[in-house]
């Protein structure tokens, strides 16, 4: 009887202590949570459950009484404050030790914060936890607000497509000439400028950020010497990983939590998994971190198999999805080799229904399909297969996608 703990409530340490379970492990499992929910997932934080269309179960993996039926302990609003990994020790936040066989950091990444004068005004926000999710839909959903937004990156964007359908008035302010560029490029990141500018947003790039003003509330963002009149502001500039417990603990850690395809850290039965994890990837041959759903997801399932001694490698190909105003996407890929690969695309781009490829050497290294449906798994096979494919074969809607597989 082994005891695994996994510090961490959010998609990667429930899926782990469910596939913990499902691989047969009979022993202890012991989840501590910081928040005071159950493990959840956060992409329905700026799509569905912002907009209102969806509660708190589309969030939320399983209700407490699922941990309580399968013998999982579950300790939410606690914190471990200290990892001794070599007396495999955790302490908690209520003062308790816990010792353990093995454990998964699952600690997730932590919102970028801006230094700004103003940024602590009451109505400044950011978009992480569930909780903050819940205020800023309660702020949004009669409409008639005014939100700025600063940074333009995908929760930035979501969020705003998400008020503007809600019926408020959107600015969005970003420092570089596109939106999402770092993430698409510069032409893909164009689309989503457009779409954005098609629905009302006042969309501001190239500009620098200089103060949110106000007294206690903030009533707006000073910009390119400009002032941007807000109710809210949400600041949207990316996570970085949440990595002061391993730190303490004395693990290596370089972008996040090093681990090994296996997702074992430097230390002996202490693993990571999720945003806070940078793991070395098989397949590209390089540490690859990645804040997506999907890296939670796969990664979760891989760390328990890992942590029962089973045979396991997390070689999954990224993979992410948006859905702003009408428009559907899924990304698969890999982000290192992106940003010098040729893109090439299939479909009508003025119509936002196209497949981009990202092409390097004559291999697909990602693919995007926008409002063209039951392609992702075909796009991945594809990048998988290392398939070499001409770019005009890749344009051509009238050959089968399929029939570009080896």
């Known amino acids: 009887m082994t005891h695994m703990l996994i510090i961490g409530g959010g998609l990667a340490g429930g899926t782990a202590a469910e ?16 928040e005071p929910y159950p493990p959840y997932q956060r992409p329905p934080l700026s799509k569905g459950f912002l907009a209102g269309k969806e509660g708190t179960d589309a969030a939320i993996l399983h209700e407490p009484q699922w941990y309580d039926e399968r013998g999982i302990a579950l300790r939410t609003s606690t914190s471990v ?7 495999r020790r955790a302490t908690l936040s209520d003062g308790t030790d816990l010792a353990y066989d093995a454990v998964l950091l699952a600690t997730g990444a932590q919102p970028r914060s801006l230094p700004l004068p103003g940024a602590d005004l009451d109505g400044v926000v950011m978009l992480r936890r569930l909780d903050q999710s819940e205020a800023l839909r309660s702020a949004l959903r009669e409409g008639g ?3 700025v937004v600063i940074g333009a990156g995908w929760i930035g964007m979501e969020v705003a497509a998400t008020a503007r359908e809600l019926g408020n008035e959107v600015t969005v302010l970003e420092r570089d000439p596109v939106p999402l560029a770092a993430a698409l490029g510069s032409d893909m990141g164009a689309v989503f400028a457009s779409l954005h500018r098609d629905h009302g947003v006042d969309l501001r790039t190239s500009i620098g950020i200089e103060r949110i003003t106000g007294t206690q509330q903030a009533d ?43 997702l074992r850290t430097s230390a002996p ?16 041959q390089r540490h690859l971190r990645s804040e997506h759903w999907a890296n939670a997801l796969g990664a979760g399932k891989i760390a328990a198999r890992s942590m029962l001694g089973m045979s396991a490698s997390f070689d999954d190909i990224p993979y992410f999805y948006t859905d702003q105003y009408d428009l559907g996407m899924e990304l698969s890929g ?28 004559d291999r697909v290294v990602a693919g995007m399909n ?8 075909t796009v991945q096979e594809l990048i998988r297969s ?10 051509d809607a009238d050959v089968p996608l399929e029939s570009l597989l080896p």
């Open 145 to 147: 607000r005014r939100l």
């Open 370 to 377: 926008v409002n063209v449906w039951d392609v992702n798994e």
């Open 220 to 262: 707006g963002v000073v910009a390119g010497g400009e002032t941007f009149a807000a109710d809210l502001v949400l600041i949207g500039v990316g996570a970085t990983p949440d990595t002061a417990l391993a730190e303490q603990a004395g693990l290596r850690i370089l972008n996040g939590v090093l681990t090994d395809s296996a």
């Open 81 to 87: 404050t200290a990892l001794d990994a070599s007396a």
């Open 386 to 395: 290392g398939a070499r494919v001409g770019a005009d074969r890749l344009a």
């Open 269 to 284: 039965d202490v693993y990571a998994a999720g945003d806070v994890a940078n793991a070395f990837h098989p397949v590209l």
């Open 334 to 361: 890999y982000a290192p080799l992106m940003a010098d690969a040729e893109v090439v695309v299939r479909g009508d781009l003025d119509a936002r229904e196209f497949i981009a490829f990202w092409v390097d050497h």
């Open 19 to 34: 596939a913990l379970r499902e691989n047969g492990h009979d022993g202890e499992i012991t989840i501590v949570a910081a």
